[in-house]
Nanobody
Framework: QVQLVESGGGLAQPGSSLRLSCAAS????????MGWFRQAPGKEREYVAHINWWGASTYADSVKGRFTISRDSAKNTVYLQMDSLKPEDTAVYYC??????????????WGQGTQVTVSS
């Protein structure tokens, strides 16, 4: 079965960086679109970024210029490099695989999430 396992979350100070990883198994990673979403307490899960199998990436306006999504097909892993972190980036971050796009319904498989807390 498909498994997506996130790692790399933690506590970060405002202005610092974190890199999230998502290791995928049970799917043809090289042909899959991979995405990142996040959910802050009391809020809906929201789109962050996605990357197509050929490497084209798209970002939410709130993270554009600060976050970078990338993939390594040799390791079946997708990354989210988060720079210039802000307190409003605090959320549980989820990795997802599917057809791609900005909507949750466009993704079929989800990881369990990793907590990112940005605070001084």
């Amino acid at each position: 079965q498909v498994q997506l396992v996130e790692s790399g979350g933690g506590l970060a100070q405002p202005g610092s960086s974190l890199r999230l990883s998502c290791a995928a198994s049970g799917l043809t990673f090289s042909a899959s679109t991979m995405g990142w979403f996040r959910q802050a307490p009391g809020k809906e899960r929201e789109y962050v970024a996605h990357i197509n199998w050929w490497g084209a990436s798209t970002y939410a306006d709130s993270v554009k210029g600060r976050f970078t999504i990338s993939r390594d097909s040799a390791k079946n892993t997708v990354y989210l490099q988060m720079d210039s972190l802000k307190p409003e980036d605090t959320a549980v971050y989820y990795c997802a695989s599917g057809r791609g796009g900005l909507q949750r319904a466009q993704y079929d498989y989800w990881g369990q999430g990793t907590q990112v807390t940005v605070s001084s």
